[in-house]
């Protein structure tokens, strides 16, 4: 074969393969979008004719907060096999040099490396939240070749600092530097510039206005928005002013912001005639957090963020773009999805496998995922998912769901929420009277096919059947991955002032005298 018939071969080959891009949306609550809510206060027209061009995943999953599904998502890890901690990304246990650190185990393989591995540009914008400690623990460590973003569970989207308001917790350091990054070091010209995701947004774009589009592309977006703190620019909130409340107003019209900027990244897409070939995908990291100070709103489902009931863990999702087979396209997949279903969903359309040789040898959990793209292109497929492991204390098997423990946010909120005459819970608080919670250390059964709402514990109806999904979660949970993360590590600070100029990165491996 001559050299150029090779060259020809292996360009077709790649771009055969689907571009890719992933949008992770950050507390989106199920009342907040347009495809499932009329109401004037809710303004998605794009992410509503996205729907409508593709497929609504009526039951995706993901965990009850924001790290643990974000792990989930890179490493095709259920979350109990990864990380189930909200742990700051300044924390470190020098005991366990894989696992002791946020976010994902050094050695497991994530979905960019993956994709890199069968000649994918891989490109990441916005939240990290799944490790810092290292340079391996960073998205350019993991396998992006660029990326523009912040490592905490958020920041605040002008200053780029880490106020209360934006996480509810302190870190080591106090909170007392900036948090946004590029590539291998701080953002420094552009802190403090503009929104931040104005910058977001210019960054994705960018990737895909520089693209080789015979190359495939991976592009992953994850948004700020929705959550705290509660920013927005003054114009955008002003087209809500008929919202009374200073909180449902304020996320309403982030949830704006968020889909006119995704039409932006999409027209891209078109503009670069890439958009025929590629598969979008859109989740929510978890379910609308209903606790003050936060804004969102899960109605009808019960709970909210922070908890197993279907309001913290069924989220928002479909995928769209032309790679969607027109016959499926404005129809709904109603069988069940995880989070980390997409990493092997993913890979397994880039012609990857889904082994994972590197954490087999640390001894590591594999690869949980299971591809769905046959099952959601075609409904005579059975569905690859029949048991969802949604945490150490609930588990959802062939319908049936049970939850244990003490759960918070134990609530229905009404269709406009929150409102200055509705209570909320707060977060974090211990109280069970502001928290909400419900005792369910017994069991608490629902078949939520048929109830979806989780308005009648059957488990005193069904004791066999509760006793069945106990005797599951309890093995499913003799497996689970849970390391010592360790404490706060100083020397996060000490990099931050003396390394990169008052910004947060890697503080382990980063100095002259280490090894």
Known sequence: MSLSLAAAVATQALSAKPHVLMVLADDFGWANVGYHNSDDEVVTPVINQLVKEGVELDRQYAYKFCSPSRCSLQSGRLPVNVNVM????????????????????INMTTIAQKLSAQGYRTHMTGKWDAGMATDFHTPIGRGYQTWFGYYHHAN???????????????????????????????????????YEEIMFTNSSVSVIEQHDPSQPLFLFHSFHLMHTPLEVPQDWLDKFSFINDTQRKTYAAMVNYLDTELGKIVDTFKKKEMWNNTLMVLISDNGGPIYYPAGGNNHPLKGGKMSDWEGGVRVN???????????????????????????????????????????????LPAIDGVNQWDAIINRKVD??????????????????????????????????????????????NDSPVD???????????????????????????????????????????????????????????????????????????VWNNEN
């Open 156 to 194: 605040d989207y002008w200053t780029e600092k880490i106020p209360i308001a934006a996480t509810g917790t302190e870190d080591v350091c106090g909170n007392a530097y900036v948090d946004l990054w590029e590539n291998n070091g701080p953002a420094v010209k552009l802190n403090g510039s503009v």
């Open 86 to 105: 909200n742990a700051e990304p300044t924390v470190s246990n020098p005991e366990d040099p894989v696992g002791g650190y946020a976010g994902i185990p």
């Open 435 to 509: 928290n909400w919670n419900h005792n369910c250390t017994a069991g608490c059964l629902y078949h939520i096919v048929e109830d979806a709402l989780e308005l009648h514990d059957v488990s005193t109806t069904f004791p066999s059947k509760l006793t069945d999904l106990m005797t599951l979660l309890k093995d499913l949970n003799a497996n689970n991955y849970n390391p010592v993360r360790g404490k706060g590590n100083k020397d996060a600070c000490k990099a931050a002032t003396e390394l990169y100029h008052g910004f947060y990165g890697p503080f382990i491996g």
């Open 317 to 363: 999702a479909f995928v769209s773009g032309g790679f969607v087979p027109e016959d499926v396209r404005g129809t709904k997949y109603e069988s069940f999805v995880h989070i980390a279903d997409w990493y092997a969903t993913i890979a397994t359309l880039a012609g990857a496998d889904l082994n994972d040789e590197v954490a087999k040898k640390a001894g």
């Open 383 to 428: 569905a690859p998912r029949t048991v969802v492991h949604l945490s150490e204390n609930a588990v959802i098997s062939n319908g049936w769901k049970l939850i244990t423990g003490i759960q918070s946010m134990s609530g229905w909120t009404p269709e406009k929420y929150p409102t200055h005459l509705t209570p909320q819970p707060t977060y974090p």
